[in-house]
């Protein structure tokens, strides 16, 4: 049974969805990618909120001129910029990803490269649970 687990990622401050975007998909994952090797996730999908550069009464102050597009809820709901998922073998590979990530020379890197584009002091990390599926057919 693989193990996923879900970031949600904030833009670092000063820092606009396009370039946050291009620093994650273009940098950030293929340095993760290149320092874990085959320890990377069986995938690591990134989805990222849509905004639009507009103000509005219900704006927030991290997102004052590009709210996300919210159909229900309110923009303090969607303050973060992208959600990623990302899909382990199982626990123990996880487990071992996870390891690598925190030996001191590749987090040092990893903290290093962050800090260009996340606010790393909000970046929340859950374990999913089932996860169920229903297609049209």
Not at 100 to 123: G, V
Request: aromatic residues 10%.
């Amino acid at each position: 049974m693989t193990y996923s687990v879900i970031i949600f990622a904030y833009r670092k401050p000063g820092t606009t969805p396009e370039q946050f975007k291009a620093h994650y998909e273009n940098t950030h994952i293929l340095l993760v990618r290149e320092l874990t090797g085959a320890h990377f996730p069986l995938s690591h999908t990134r989805r990222y909120i849509h905004r639009s550069e507009n103000q509005a009464a219900d704006n927030t102050a991290r997102n004052p001129n590009t709210p996300a597009t919210v159909l229900i809820g309110t923009q303090d709901d969607f303050d973060y910029d992208c959600y990623a998922e990302l899909t382990f073998e199982d626990v123990n590979a996880f487990q071992t990803f996870f390891g690598i990530t925190q030996k001191p020379d590749i987090a040092a890197k990893i903290q290093a490269d962050e800090e260009k584009f996340l606010d790393r002091t909000r970046m929340p990390v859950v374990v999913l649970g089932d996860i169920t599926e229903t297609k049209r057919q």
